[in-house]
């Protein structure tokens, strides 16, 4: 399901709200995230100063941005590192590909990393007859399925265990069929070790990179994350130019924060901080490792004072879970790679208010995201922005919702007009028909019912109001 | 290409921080407490809890203990990094013409010379530069000496932790041990054997890393 210019919001929320079975799944898997969270955050007062903290350090982060990227490049380089600039996730993946290109390889493993999801690497890749093997559990389960994850930490959490029994046993050649996790997790370490044995690249995310040491950290549980940065020659990691930190004694607190928040851990199995290349006289390692830092679009959300809290986000995944709308549609409905709440303030920055901004509209405001965001991100207010300045964007709106709102405006405006509205609500409100855009309106809601006869009636004719 | 995207991206980070002014830096954290709890115990109920066994043995009892895991797990082929003094006591303790089990291999050559032989390798074990109690986590440091894949790919790694060098928070490890001066090409926590819960949220130990961590504690 790529994303396409007629991207069909309402159809793609209909189809999700229909799927019983994907909705049990969600709703379990939800659950679990949240207890688990809860678990290893028990002290609110310490958990509101953790947040204070791990905001402030992102905050400060963004202001120096240019300092810090400038700086974290230099420590990069001196470290070994080659560095590349995209703009565009295009020309993003063309960085990755001439790398390849240079070691003439065609075999690449990948960790989980939402930035080549953002770039659409693999299909890229695949175009250019190169091998693009996903490896974490999640990632590879989906990637056998064609399709893109439905979650930022668990991407195939939408799948229970038979789903995904059918799949190993149709798309891996000798699976057999079970049911058992232990066995279908068996088939995969299996099916992938022969991948880590034979990749000629290695890529992977940056969760932080720091800039006082040149030191690119990668968070993960299962170990794929440090096998694609160990056992291929060539490692290339991407990153999103918002992930730079300025110090080392930075990570803790936002380890914990981050950890805590995806998955209710104290800390991963694996934290992993990559300072560099093989060096000479060791006996493993890339011997060449590449840092491609990605804009697409992040410094025009930068550029805007309100909206740059965006890129605050640490990628956790948490406003997701504690989310009513996400709970009950999954990520494939918001029909691009960043789903639920981040997703909603995200996309239409990155995308454009004509293309997705409808997406904004995918909440209730109420306010849970931001209660449990371990950078303190506002985004109900950011919400509440981005509708503000799709109504501003007068072009895109319905002319008959146009029309609605200028009569609301003089009925608010006119007491006379006031009077005769409530007058024709009480006479005609059940018996309008439902036709229209009434229809679609009523079509999901209950239409509310006017009483015979309105407040202000009522208070003139009994001379105020009574038991009260 | 890159140049140019370089300074485009400058260009538009610096317009962008124009009005945004720089934010203070938070205070730095207080300095870990003393700790009301024995580190050793904390340390072992926190790695207990993700599934790893703990040892705590004396000092100089170690490659005992290291025989009876060795024993008891049946590990036939032992993989450890040459030149440190681990090394030397494990090849005093298992002498070439010593029994038979287990097989010490030392990783003494590049990885390209011996990629397959490392993937069918047993056990790994390795030294550490240090734990960290209140969340759990060995700190590795690979060097020349001991590879960063001893602790990777073989599906059993054995690592041993000098108990006097658990710290109580990771910040602390970091501040004591003075990372901020130089980080080497890797640096690693490890909290637990590798593991997944990405099918129904049903945990599964050994995925793509070891399928078992073992920490043998040395205490004085």
């Known amino acids: 399901m790529r994303p396409t210019d007629s991207f069909d919001f309402a159809g793609n929320v209909s189809r999700a709200l229909a799927d019983r079975q994907l909705r049990r799944n969600l709703r379990a898997a939800m659950d679990t995230l949240i207890e688990k969270r809860n678990s290893v955050f028990p002290d609110p007062q310490e958990t509101e100063a953790l947040r204070e903290r791990g905001a402030a350090i992102k905050r400060r982060a963004l202001s120096r941005l240019p300092a810090l990227l400038a700086q974290l490049e230099e420590k990069l380089t001196a470290n070994g590192i080659q560095v590349h600039w995209a703009e565009t996730t295009d020309a993003a993946n063309q960085a990755v590909l001439d790398i390849m290109r240079a070691h003439g390889a065609t075999r690449l493993v990948k960790g989980k990393s939402m930035v080549s999801e953002e770039m659409h690497l693999n299909p890229f890749l695949q175009r250019h007859g190169i091998e693009s093997m996903e490896t974490d559990l999640g990632e590879f389960i989906i990637q056998l399925d064609n399709e893109p994850p439905s979650h930022i930490i668990v991407p195939a959490i939408h799948k229970n265990r038979d789903q995904v029994a059918r799949t190993f046993h149709e798309k891996i050649p000798d699976a057999p069929y079970t049911e058992d996790v232990e066995e279908l997790t068996a088939i995969a370490r299996r099916t992938l070790r022969r991948k880590f044995f034979e990749a000629q690249v290695g890529l992977s995310g940056v969760n932080f990179a720091v800039a006082e040491t040149g030191t690119l950290c990668l968070v993960e549980n299962e170990g794929n994350g440090r096998m694609c940065t160990t056992v291929p020659p060539v490692h290339i990691a991407v990153m999103g130019l918002e992930k730079v930190i300025e110090k080392l004694e930075d990570i803790p607190p936002l380890l914990r924060l981050l950890t805590g928040s995806a998955t209710g851990q104290l800390v991963t199995t694996y934290f992993n901080m990559i300072s560099g290349p093989r060096k000479p006289g060791e006996k493993d390692g890339p011997r060449e490792v590449h840092l491609i830092i990605l804009d697409n679009g992040r410094t025009r959300i930068l550029a805007d004072p309100v909206m740059r809290e965006t890129l605050l986000c640490v990628r956790c995944g948490t406003c997701l879970n504690h989310c009513p709308v996400y709970t009950r549609l999954g990520g494939h409905a918001y029909g691009f790679v960043y789903p639920g709440p981040i997703g909603e303030i995200l996309t239409p920055q990155m995308e454009g208010l004509a293309r997705a901004g409808v997406l904004a509209t995918a909440s209730s405001l109420c306010n849970a995201c931001e209660e449990v965001c371990p950078v303190k991100i506002p985004i109900p207010r950011l919400l509440r922005r981005l509708r503000r300045d799709m109504a501003a964007a007068a072009d895109t709106a319905d002319p008959l919702e146009r029309l609605a709102w200028k009569g609301w405006a003089l009925m608010n405006r006119v007491p006379l007009v006031h009077a005769l509205a409530l007058k024709a609500g009480a006479l005609l409100g059940d018996r309008l028909p439902a036709v ?24 003139r004719r009994e001379q105020g109001v009574q038991n009260e | 290409m890159s140049d140019t995207a370089r300074s485009n991206i400058f260009a538009r980070l610096t317009r962008a921080c124009a009005d945004f002014p720089e934010v203070a830096r938070p205070r730095p954290a ?33 490659t005992a203990a290291l025989a009876r895991i060795v024993e008891e797990k049946q590990i036939q082929s032992l993989l450890y990094g040459p030149g440190t003094r681990l090394a030397a006591e494990l090849e005093s303790a298992w002498p070439e013409s010593g029994p038979p089990a287990p097989r010490l291999r030392a990783y003494d050559a590049a990885v390209e010379c011996f990629k397959k032989e490392l993937f069918e390798i047993d056990a790994g074990i390795t030294t550490t530069r240090g734990a960290i109690a209140d969340t759990g986590a060995l700190i590795l440091w690979p060097t020349e000496q001991e590879p960063r894949l001893i602790s990777l790919v073989p599906p059993v790694h054995i690592a041993v932790l000098d108990a006097e060098n658990i710290y109580p928070s990771f910040a602390g490890a970091m501040a004591q041990q003075q990372w901020s001066r130089g980080m080497p090409t890797n640096a690693l926590l490890v909290s637990g054997p590798s593991k997944t819960a990405d099918i129904e949220f049903t945990l599964v130990f050994g995925v793509h890393g070891p399928e078992e961590l073992v920490v043998i504690v040395r205490e004085s």
């Open chain 2, 30 to 62: 207080a300095p870990d407490p003393a700790p009301d709890v024995d580190l050793i115990d904390l340390f072992q109920e926190r790695m207990e809890a993700v599934r790893t066994e703990v040892h705590r043995v004396p000092r100089n009892d170690w």
């Open chain 1, 436 to 459: 229209g855009p009434l229809k679609a309106w009523t079509g999901v809601r209950t239409p509310p019912r006017p009483a015979a006869r309105s407040l202000h009636e009522l208070v």
